[in-house]
């Protein structure tokens, strides 16, 4: 067997990342892990044991016990089904948005080039769709959004990258 298409979708909350894995895993035929998803069960039960928010995913103390473990399951989950279909895995990535060697350690990782693509959109827009999908996840955001804005600040891509413009 073969491998076949690994795509990563990335950006900020709210610009539309599971929306546009979900269309792409269906055309492509493949499977959509999204990191809002596959890992959320576990975690809620984490934090919640660790006496912590279980709808916390912002908070340093979140990062520090659960994020590189959520994408290290993104990325086992993936690897097991790219032999078969194409992979779509879907999260921030905000970290190795910044790494510009990130592509290649995937694609040494995976034995296939990955197709990254990185949306955005306005931040009013994405506030808009956040309150719209009002997942108690996001509650910390939207409690004070302009502190959310400017704490966390939208990654830049150091590396060429598929850029999607989501705002309509």
């Known amino acids: 067997m073969t491998n076949t298409e690994l795509h990563i979708v990335a950006g900020a909350a709210g610009v539309g990342k599971t929306t546009f894995g979900k269309d792409l895993a269906s055309k492509l035929g493949g499977v959509l892990l999204d990191s809002d998803t596959v890992t959320e069960p576990v975690v809620r039960a984490g934090l919640s044991a660790a006496g912590l928010d279980p709808a916390d995913r912002d908070s340093p103390e979140y990062k520090r016990l659960f994020r590189d473990a959520v994408y290290e399951c993104l990325f086992q989950t993936a690897a097991d089904n790219l032999q078969h ?74 590396f060429a990258v598929r850029f999607v413009d989501t705002n309509h």
Do not use: M
Not at 86 to 112: K, M, Y
Not at 122 to 136: F, G, K, L, S, T
């Open 85 to 158: 279909i194409p992979v779509v895995i879907v999260g921030p990535f905000t970290r190795e948005l910044e790494n510009p060697n990130w592509p290649s350690h995937l694609a040494e990782r995976f034995g296939v080039t990955p197709t990254v693509w990185y949306l955005t959109c306005d931040d009013e827009v994405r506030r808009q769709r956040i309150e719209q999908r009002a997942n108690p996840r996001d509650h910390a955001k939207l409690v004070d959004w302009t502190r959310h804005v400017s704490e966390a600040p939208v990654a830049k891509p150091a």
